[in-house]
């Protein structure tokens, strides 16, 4: 039911039920549909909002070629940037699904047009057969590449992570945003949803 977000927001809910962990998507881990995870179900990067089959394609394969991704910068270098665009990267951001590479959600969000240029770039460079010595180099003895450094600015707080998640994926991932007033909730309540059952109305 990828693409439904209906149908996938009552499943996953199922699957809470059932005690199954639903895992959030990850660019170094996730296909197209979801899939099974060390007894736990990964979210497939193809139900994330804005991002297409033809995205999702690109991503595995330069993932499956060159390993895991360490960075944006490694990310947009490597990934086919014909077929990804600023707004696939923003949701994977939003989504939480770039959470894996260096740098907060907030940081990879101030350098998304930075990277794209130096993928673009990259993949130019390739195309005209004018990497140069230094990439040679590089592919015949791997070493660290040098990483961007990213801007010093705030980490977005966790209500904005959360109505990220929310928008992209129609469900919250790593939290919910009554989680800091749980004690409150459980000072209230008298019932569950489960307890409910035979209660007089």
Request: glycine content about 8%.
């Amino acid at each position: 039911e990828t693409g439904n977000t209906d149908k996938v927001v009552k499943y996953i809910n199922e699957c809470r039920d059932l005690h199954i962990k639903v895992l959030p998507p990850d660019v170094n881990k996730s296909n197209l549909n979801f899939t099974p995870d060390h007894g736990a179900i990964r979210f497939g990067l193809g139900a994330v909002k804005n991002v297409g089959a033809g995205a999702v394609e690109a991503i595995v394969a330069a993932r499956k070629e060159g390993g895991p991704f360490r960075s944006l910068d490694d990310f947009c270098q490597r990934a086919d940037m014909q077929a990804i665009n600023r707004r696939v990267i923003e949701s994977l951001i939003k989504a939480g699904a770039m959470d894996s590479l260096a740098g907060r959600r907030s940081q990879l969000f101030a350098v998304i047009e930075e990277c794209i240029q130096t993928g673009q770039r990259a993949r130019e460079d390739r195309e005209s057969g004018q990497a140069g010595l230094f990439e040679a180099l590089m592919a015949a003895e791997p070493t660290e590449h040098a990483e961007r450094s990213l801007p010093d600015v705030p980490d977005w707080t966790p209500i904005e992570k959360l109505c990220g998640e929310k928008e992209m994926l129609g469900f919250y991932v790593t939290g919910h945003p009554l989680d800091e007033f749980k004690w409150k909730v459980d000072e209230l309540s008298t019932h569950t949803t489960e307890t409910l059952h035979g209660v007089e109305k």
